[in-house]
């Protein structure tokens, strides 16, 4: 018996990836998929309507056409700069001898009564721990007893003109929006593994505008937030420094392991050729600065400028990256938090594929670093499996849980807990992932 189809739209800045899934009581497939330039959409802000409908249409349209059916809600995406975090604290009376599912609601409202401005709005309350009679670090109070519960929240704010503009955008499309998600927290959800959660670990979707960070902390989400640079802005800076369009610069960024795979293949047919010793080869390489040609990857300039030194690259790609990684512990920073979790960075993200990127963000935060790679729905198609598809992975996997959920609503409702039905269906949404 089928459960539902869940469709998931990242709405990136260079991109925008329709993900629709079929999700039956036994198994998951995915039934289309499709990315689209995007176009109208800078930063994660959306700055030209016209432009950015018709980019979602024509994702939508070629996922739905591989798909073979027709679509009419989806959950979406959304990074920018305008979103922040604060953790807030609620406390009740417990109403009777046991928790229950009013009680979860009272303590939800409770937690979110916080001061914000007018133009701004809660995206996301999280649950990150109850604690009942003082005991804490539980996840699940219902059913217990107890005189006094409190919940400790997570709470995701962003620019009301921003969330306003995007759910414009796809209602034009036709699409009723089934939910809004923070990139970060979807990419975070499907990528980390339960052990990094528990020590802590921070998470960095390095974007083509923007770079989503996430703060996990035992087994919790502590902190949110997105910093307003990200890829492009390598590409501009090398477009800069080598003279290049921005297409040519584009094309170097993405693929840089190969123009250094084939510099190194010339050196070392070099050193053969001079009766080299293999050590003597070794040696070589790791000290010579090795000339890239970038008619390796097509690119042919009119001024005839083909050759540039690798340690020019590095030293444009790493500036910018050092400038990503700075914000990045500024925030942390300023939130109360340590850089050097014991987990570490994971690093997920179109930007993520930048050469040798791991080991730059070990070297800045001096703490172990690894990329980080969406595994849930890449076995079942290899189009989605590189780090640039997590957050639409990441939005999906939200959905399929709140499939799940509302399997559990229904079955509750069929009993007659129609008394109930408002205070359990708060206490749900602070489950979903």
């Not at 990836?17 to 990315?35: P, R």
């Not at 999280?126 to 996840?139: F, H, L, M, P, T």
């Not at 070990?362 to 790679?373: D, H, K, L």
Request: glycine letters at 8%; charged letters at 25%; aromatic letters at 6%.
């Amino acid at each position: 018996m089928s459960k539902g189809i869940v469709t998931g739209i990242d709405i990136g800045s260079s991109k925008i990836t329709t993900l629709i899934i079929n999700v039956d009581e036994e198994n998951i497939s995915v039934l289309g998929v499709s990315s689209y330039k995007s176009s109208g959409i800078k930063k994660g802000v959306i700055v030209n309507i016209d432009d950015a409908v018709h980019c979602i249409s024509e994702s939508l349209e070629a996922a739905e056409r591989m798909a073979g059916i027709r679509v009419s809600n989806a959950y979406i995406s959304l990074g920018c700069r305008q979103i922040s975090s604060t953790n807030n604290k609620g406390v009740i009376a417990i109403s009777n001898d046991e928790i229950s599912y009013e009680d979860i609601s009272r303590v939800r409202e409770s937690s979110v009564a916080v001061s914000i401005p007018q133009s701004v709005e809660i995206l996301h309350t999280i649950a990150r721990e109850y604690v009942v009679d003082s005991q804490g670090g539980i996840k699940d109070p219902i059913g217990m007893s107890g005189i006094r519960l409190e919940m400790d929240t997570h709470i995701i704010t962003v620019s009301s003109m921003v969330l306003h503009n995007l759910k414009k955008c796809v209602s034009q499309v036709g699409l009723s929006v089934v939910d809004i998600v923070f990139s970060g927290w979807a990419d975070a959800e499907i990528i980390l593994n339960q052990t990094e959660k528990d020590l802590g670990v921070v998470l960095l979707d390095i974007g083509f505008g923007v770079t989503d960070l996430v703060l996990y902390h035992d087994d919790s989400i502590a902190f949110s937030s997105s910093i307003p640079i990200g890829s492009a802005n390598i590409t501009n800076d090398l477009a800069i420094g080598l003279r290049l369009t921005i297409e040519e610069a584009e094309k170097i960024k993405c693929n840089y392991p190969i123009l250094i795979k084939k510099a190194q293949q010339r050196q070392e047919k070099a050193d053969k050729e001079s009766k080299y010793t293999k050590k003597d080869i070794s040696t070589s390489l790791m000290n010579n600065d090795l000339i890239l040609k970038l008619s390796d990857i097509g690119i042919e300039s009119d001024s005839g400028f083909d050759e540039v030194r690798k340690s020019m690259i590095d030293e444009i790609i790493e500036a910018r990256i050092d400038e990503i990684f700075l914000n990045v512990k500024s925030n942390i920073k300023k939130a109360g938090f340590d850089v050097s979790m014991p987990a570490g960075f994971v690093l997920t993200g179109g930007g993520a594929k930048l050469y040798s990127i791991s080991k730059m963000a070990q070297r800045f935060f001096n703490t172990s670093a690894r990329v980080g790679y969406p595994t849930k729905y890449s076995a079942l198609n290899g189009e989605i499996s590189g780090p640039s598809f997590s957050t639409v992975q990441g939005i999906v996997n939200h959905g399929e849980a709140s499939l799940s959920k509302d399997k559990i609503l229904n079955s509750v409702s069929s009993k007659d807990f129609s008394n109930k039905a408002k205070g359990f269906v708060d206490w749900i949404k602070t489950l979903i992932p």
